[in-house]
């Protein structure tokens, strides 16, 4: 059974930097790419971007110049930055795995719950 | 800048059938976009219902189907439960490793 876990401080304030994990369970990460999602409160999701196993990543241009996406393999792990919080930061963050059967991704088949990060002074 | 769209809003009977698409502000929306549904009830994480247009994610009923209609990608519920009252939101591919989420449809089984 494929899990995935997210991790994240939960309160942070203004200007500081974001670092959440999404572990990999249940299956190797060699071979996936992940994407990550968010979502503020009372809102809909927004894609972040993703990252290939192999560590080649794509951000939405939106978030572009503050996000940053890396892997661990030897933890089964993957990463996402953003630097300068602020309070429209404050988003359930999601990772998801993309179901890739040739070079071309289809959509997710597996998500993870999802860690609350709130940005208050 | 191109916007995926979805209803804001739907409701539908119990045991009825119910339609929601997913269409774009500018152009057609078709398999080449590889549309994907998702199910999100409150405080709950997405779940997926459908990718790659019409295949069903494992474990979801065939109640749930994808499809292109006309323009749009669309997500057919028959015979809606009680318990399919949440929010549903559809991707596509934009290309260039580019993925957007529609809005997001509430739907309501009254």
């Known amino acids: 059974q494929v899990q995935l876990q997210e991790s994240g401080p939960g309160l942070m304030k203004p200007s500081e930097t974001l670092s959440l994990t999404c572990t990999v369970s249940?299956?190797?990460?060699?071979?996936?790419?992940i994407a990550w999602i968010r979502q503020p409160p009372g809102k809909g999701l927004e894609w972040i971007g993703y990252i290939y196993y192999t560590g080649g990543t794509n951000y939405n241009p939106s978030h572009k110049s503050r996000v940053t996406f890396s892997v661990d393999m030897s933890k089964n792990q993957f990463s996402l930055k953003l630097t300068s919080v602020n309070a429209a930061d404050t988003a359930v963050y999601y990772c998801?795995?993309?179901?890739?059967?040739?070079?071309?991704?289809?959509?997710?088949?597996?998500w993870g719950q999802g860690t609350l990060v709130t940005v208050s002074s | 800048q191109t916007v995926v769209t979805q209803e804001p809003s739907f409701s539908v009977s119990p045991g009825g059938t119910v339609t929601l698409t997913c269409g774009l502000s500018s152009g057609s929306v078709s398999t080449s976009h590889y549309p994907s549904w998702y199910q999100q009830t409150p405080g709950q994480a997405p779940r997926t219902l459908i990718y790659d247009t019409n295949a069903r994610s494992s474990g979801v009923p065939d109640r749930f189907s994808g499809s292109i209609l006309g323009n749009n990608a669309a997500l057919t519920i028959t015979g809606a439960q009680a318990d399919d009252e949440s929010d549903y939101y559809c991707?596509?591919?934009?290309?260039?490793?580019?993925?957007?989420f529609g809005g997001g449809t509430k739907l309501s089984v009254l």
């Open positions: 249940g299956d190797s990460i060699n071979g996936h790419v």
């Open positions: 998801a795995r993309y179901y890739c059967p040739d070079t071309v991704c289809r959509g997710f088949d597996y």
């Open positions: 991707m596509l591919y934009m290309g260039s490793g580019f993925w957007v």
